[in-house]
DNA sequence: GGGAGCATGTAACGGGTTACATGATTGG
DNA sequence: CCAATCATGTAACCCGTTACATGCTCCC
């Protein structure tokens, strides 16, 4: 019987202290460290461009909740890391989260549309040189997404992973594309 | 000669009470109520869904610092509201932040691809329930979009705020598309 | 009479950031 | 030797939310 059919209490948690637990669910353990370099190059993609300093509160939030465990790693006789993996019970409750708790509603600030909605107050000009400037900056994304989507398609256990970065290749993509719309809506306009 | 090329310093506030100072920017006089209101239909669609408590917050900061200011009306004998408006002041300091501060980083938090990307811990068939009822939610949402969109093309001051909110109904259809691809993406690659 | 909408506000909380602080190792 | 990278942590701060509180008017 499941723990969700025996009717415990799910553990709450804001939904980052989930993504950095999903990190250490990818089996390897890891140390703050790694677990910001990790965020940086996937997470970040879709959901949060965590701070070093929140991950390591994080880390010690997870472990005392009994989700994850530490030990130390002697890496040089005067240096040390500390690395944290997924207990059972962090793996259990994972799965749990994943299933049963209905996702939160997706937030999306994009400071250059808001910008443009204001635009009646500014310069068109510079509005359409920051606009461009920001689909390169889209084009670059889908292009590191895409890259580390290949490098994630080389391990099996990292298949949803791998197509979650294609979804943001696509994702910023269509941003680019979005973007190229908008300035030619926006010629046509005046 | 310009405030910006006087070299006055530029008045620091987080973008959203930029945003709420943009919302006064169309020229008439708003309760905080009032405000909420336009917030829900227009930025939260690409920006914020600004919670009650907080619009009041910024409005009273706003008038604080010279951007607005208020005055009492008097709906009924017995009631009352405050009513805002942007002072000349204020326009020009939207200006300003419109043209010469450069647009914070894009934020997406979307907690489906999360789920997805720790998929290998929970269950296939909820995930793709989740997903395929997340993809009625862009639907909905570009539809109503659109509908405001069309509502501001009628106010020629509208403009800008009419191609946001285009921008937008495009984005939640794009949104959709991409639930698309990655469904049937997921049922190949099992 | 009662519920929906109008209208405003306070208090507690917490999530997450920036800035600061420290120090070791590695490679050019 | 110096810069980049590895590695961890604290403290201050504030943005923004939730929850709570109040009371009116309008309409069925």
Known sequence: MSAEARGEP?????????????????????????VK????????????????????TELRRLERLGLAVSRVEQTHPTKSRR???????????????TDEVPAEPVVLKHAH???????????????????????????ESARRASSHARGAQREESWLFSAIALEWSERFYQDEAARIEWLVRRLDEAL
């Open 113 to 139: 549309i808001l910008r443009l909605w204001a635009a009646h107050n500014g310069d068109l000009t510079r509005l359409k040189a920051a606009l461009l400037g920001y689909r390169e900056e889209a084009l």
């Open 37 to 56: 370099r990790w965020a940086d190059q996937s997470l970040a993609f879709f959901y949060w461009a965590p701070s070093q300093s929140q991950i390591y």
């Open 83 to 97: 690395l944290y993996g997924i207990t059972p019970l962090g793996r259990e409750s994972m799965q749990r989260w």
């Open 10 to 34: 799910m553990i709450e948690l804001p939904a980052t202290s989930w993504a950095v637990l999903g990190i250490l669910s990818f089996d390897t353990e890891l140390s703050g460290y790694d």
